[in-house]
């Protein structure tokens, strides 16, 4: 059955579908399936690289190596037979031998500095040089930055409150070739409106009521990074006429979950100074910001192909002490395996099944389409052409 | 080996092959690769469906879904964004909610008549309408009607001695997916030669002698709906000059199986009364029956998309009371695992491993190019372009 | 991890690449992806062949099968309705009889000779043929020959050392469907530049040291069928500037393996008196040979398809007694394990993983570029248009 599902809706039936085809009103979001370039991505952690390690990012596969504890990355082919450098063994420090014939580049350059196998008066030393991209690590991440620019500190593409108050406590998880194009990911994060009825029974939200429906504004900060949904109204239960009652009050629910029912619910002084506009803000190139009252949550949806992006889920703490053990052990007993795990499982399965454009808008997708219109402004491909 | 086997054949070794290389004598034959639309076809047994379903047919997903005791069929992909339908809940009754944002569907329309999240008030509801299809349930099994005109009658798509007479027992087999064009397999169905060769070893016929080979006749009955296969000449052993002798004689087999062995062998009056021309008959729109003495065999090749079918095999007495008991304890020691298991099995190997066209048809094909005229002439689908 | 690595390229990926695009250069060997015709190939063992059996040369689909002793090969497809033959029976001594209608094809010449399923009067009797191809049986092998032309005897396509001397035994492996263009296969085979690198750990050389590098010729001989690699400088350690320096130099490798060290090392006078100008040779339509001091290798890439081939390797002694039972016991506990199995095995790792063109050839590819230039001269094909 399962199986059924997965097979290509018949374009006949795709083309009679009413509502947008395509997304030509978006030129360069239509053609940014494999990413923004000139940003810097979040990729694994810092402690996972241990021997070099193949990625896929915004279309290119790339080689990470860790030497001398600087990590690199290379374009992950071998110019001379087109044999992956990830498979290949580092034979003098600092550099990457192919496994195939010995050639050798340098990391910190991708220049050919010897090829093993052709002597040292090899004339085609010097001659050949990989592909190589800016590494950051930060956060016990790896960052890379793809692109075709000069790159811009990796702090201009780090949520500023992490830049300005410093995180005590980093959990969260990565999950590579996660099934479906970034943009929906990234839309699906930012959708004002599944939450309330997808996630209705998951575990992470047991103790917290969700809103029927609310009604929203989207409203950009001044500096033009973030977007924040603003909740105007919201319904919490609601009469549907010739249908009947939905909400999802529950005796042992409560609007703000556990938050006024706990004694010393705790309010991190930290985020609270952030002064946050809304809870759910997005921003360039496709980072989610979920501001809960002692942690923040992060996701990245970080383009691979046209068809699967990283999935990198960060849970971010500015306690210290006994404040920091009591949030380690909630990210590991809770955070991780309902919300890390369950919750955005319900977000995976969607954008796995989702087929868009063809789509027919509704009311609470204005924050979808400002987020695309964000992404139309992007600045940093601005002069090329195509978005990517 | 197998592997080998399903790989694609070269298409210069094809284009070699003598013989017929397309369909183009039979256009809308060759372009119903999908089916013919505007018919009704079985899909599955309705005691099956206990939660929304998918199926494909005709190239269409569709959901198929009983709400207090009616079997509703609805285009299975919400128009917001493309998510099946089928993994969503009967929020309210007769009505279906998208799992993802809880758009609500009027089961018996496809009218959008709520949309959860956006609440009563929502300006969509009643905007978006995802197209349904005609359903009916008989003899334990749910049909639906795929096309664009208003559908016939359910019964003019049924074999009419199935309205006529009242079947007391329906068992029978249902595979989804079955590997192969729907007009293969039909083909392979009503195809006078291979019986005689491809299942001369098959448990189904241990008692029963085939023939070597037969002088046939195809005949349409005077309202033009059933092709019949009829024997003019049987061979039953035979000599092949300059190769040996050929025949399926052994002597445990009779010509008649053990209708003429066992006592008290019983003919179904009501079979004996349809006074059928020939054991074996096809009709639109890919409907085989086979006559045994004492109960009908049919099968559908309800076509899925171009390379799968769905295989609907049914066993159908006429029988009450110690003599349906006999048909129902024979069914499933002996028809179902040795006609509907075994021996409809070879014929799925069959269907699964040819390639044609190229094809180069011989003498007993007529059946098979009779049962294309018939496709031709298809009337239902006559005014539109192409025969899908 | 290793399915990343499967992934396709980008496409701007490589033509950002630099070096070589194409094979266009050697039009005709880029033409070749799917072999040479009208070349004698080895197939399988003799002893394998049991019942019939499908294999893919060449982009055909070909059933072998042994009848009264002779092996014969026919195209796998019978013309009727596209089912493959070595699906079927021997009814009658000499032919095949295809097993959905029972048409039956005299093995020697592809004609069909009888029908049964349409009786001994069956009047497309003697109108249909299947191509058959021709084959041979030496050294417990069967040979195939794919082509359009008048086979040469089979001998014009061994190696002649195979018919002047008489090989006393013949150990080998046989892998179907390894994954990669044969060409790729070939290049591997003869390319000079790897083995010191790529293998330069394998088991196989535990006791032989390898140089670092070398400067190489290839030279033709006289008869224009061999290409061998000659050294004229081998350098066993070096000093890389500025990286440092590498061998692979340790105190238990000897230059020359174990012949200098081992008592009594045996070498064969028939391999001395055919005063091979080198070690490594390689000749059409894709057969490599390594001379031994006691045993000759052969590997031969039999093209499949576009992205398979079939590798057939084979360890040939000369000598007879007590010399032969030490080859069989060194062939099955070192040669066949450690050669055939592992150090080969590096080659199908590499020929699976390499992309190219396009490539960026270096000194020591002269091994290559020579080869591509022998078959660019290949005789066999030279009127027809492309080169397959």
Same sequence: chains 1, 2, 3.
């Avoid at 860790?66 to 044999?83: F, I, K, N, W």
């Avoid at 839309?187 to 409106?193: A, I, V």
């Avoid at 990283?310 to 210290?320: A, E, K, P």
Wanted: charged share 25%.
């Amino acid at each position: 059955m399962s199986d059924d599902k997965r097979r290509t809706a018949e374009p006949s039936d795709l083309e009679r579908s009413s509502g947008r085809q395509d997304w030509r009103t978006w030129p360069r979001y239509q053609a940014a399936a494999k990413g923004f370039r000139n940003y810097w991505y979040p990729v694994m952690w810092s402690r996972d690289l241990r021997r070099p390690t193949q990625v896929t990012l915004l279309g290119s596969r790339i080689m990470l190596h860790r030497s001398q504890g600087t990590v690199y990355a290379l374009h992950d082919r071998c110019p001379h037979r087109g044999v992956p450098l990830s498979y290949g063994t580092e034979e003098f420090p600092g550099t990457i031998s192919c496994p195939y014939h010995g050639w050798t580049y340098e990391l910190a350059t991708g220049n050919l500095c010897a090829v093993i196998t052709d002597g040292p008066d090899s004339p085609i030393r010097g001659r050949v040089r990989v592909p190589t991209y800016p590494v950051a690590e930060r956060f016990g991440l790896i960052w890379v930055f793809v692109g075709d620019q000069e790159p811009p500190p990796l702090a201009a593409d780090l949520p500023e409150e992490l830049v300005e108050f410093e995180p005590q406590l980093v959990g969260g998880r990565i999950n590579a070739g996660r099934v479906g194009d970034w943009r929906l990911a990234a839309e699906n994060g930012f959708d004002e409106g599944h939450a309330k009825y997808l996630h209705r029974g998951a575990p992470w939200v047991t103790f917290r009521q969700m809103p029927v429906w609310t009604r929203t504004r989207v409203v950009r900060d001044e500096r033009e990074v973030w977007l924040t949904r603003v909740q105007d109204e919201t319904h919490w239960d609601e009469h549907f006429p010739g249908l009947g009652d939905w909400s999802m009050k529950r005796w042992w629910k409560r609007r703000n979950g556990l938050a006024d029912v706990l004694p010393g619910h705790y309010r991190d002084p930290a985020i609270e100074s952030m002064k946050l506009p809304g809870r759910v803000a997005i921003r360039m190139p496709g980072l989610l910001r979920v501001a809960y009252d002692n942690f923040l949550h992060y996701e990245w949806y970080v383009p691979e192909d046209e068809h699967h992006h990283r999935y990198v889920q960060l849970g971010v703490s500015f306690s210290t002490g006994l404040r920091a053990a009591d949030f380690w052990l909630r990210y590991w007993l809770v955070i991780r395996p309902f919300f890390h795990g369950h919750f955005t499982g319900q977000d995976s399965w969607m954008v796995s099944v989702m087929e868009a454009p063809p789509e027919r808008l509704y009311r609470p997708d204005a924050s979808i389409t400002e987020w695309r219109r964000m992404c139309e402004q992007e600045p940093r491909n601005r002069d090329r052409e195509g978005g990517s």
